[in-house]
């Protein structure tokens, strides 16, 4: 979590932990969505730095958010 909270630092933002999603309550699994949301541009950059093999596409209509992981 260290190297997140440096890449966080270093484009601006503050670092916050990932939700938990849990399966007795409801709201986590919208908690976790919603993080994900928030972070999306910073987490595919961060992931990118981090598997630098791989390539990270995102598509964005509207609300809808999803990463493809293509291996070189």
Do not use: H
Request: hydrophobic share 45%; proline share 3%; charged share 25%.
């Amino acid at each position: 979590m260290k190297q997140w909270d440096k890449f966080c630092k270093l484009n601006g933002m503050r670092a916050k932990r990932f939700a938990r999603d849990v399966p007795t309550r409801w709201n986590s699994t919208y908690k976790l969505l919603l993080f994900t949301f928030e972070y999306k541009d910073l987490l595919c950059g961060f992931l990118g730095k981090l598997f630098n093999l791989l390539i990270f596409i995102y598509i964005q209509t509207n609300e809808i958010f999803a990463p493809l992981y293509v291996k070189f």
